[in-house]
């Protein structure tokens, strides 16, 4: 980090002030840290999301993937996702899904070791409905038109 403030202080206001919900975990996929706006999105508290597995966002179907790309990612030092925000759906604290934005990356110590992942994310769901939306009108214009041919 290059600012002419580098205190731990700094990087936790960083990280609890960002508009993005940040969830940090370690690399048995508990939660270690949890900001205010990953509250907002999933509705579980720091208290009630801290020690706890991811498995409480990610909803039961595609947990699988989920863990076989986390564990892979762990023991290969590389994530295919890394730097590259990717839709998906996500579990909130009342069991409803959404589609959100994350992106994620593998957070090393100064010996080069993976200590665990960070993910950043949005929630899309409203775009992603729309986008939705606009691809049901455009294939039924087409059948339209290919019916009056």
Known sequence: ?????TSPELASWLIEQSPDATIYSD?????????????????????QALGQSLDIIIPEKLRKAHWRGFDAAIAAGVTKHSGKPMPTKALRADGSEFYTEMGFALI???????VGTVAQARDITERFEKGRAERQRLQELEKRLSGNS
Do not use: P
Not at 1 to 5: A, E, G, L, V, Y
Not at 29 to 47: I, P
């Open 1 to 5: 980090m290059t600012t002419s403030q």
């Open 27 to 47: 690399i048995q996929g508990h939660v270690r840290v949890w900001n205010a706006a990953a509250t907002r999105m999933f509705g579980f508290s720091a208290e």
């Open 108 to 114: 090393f110590n100064n010996q080069g070791e993976v």
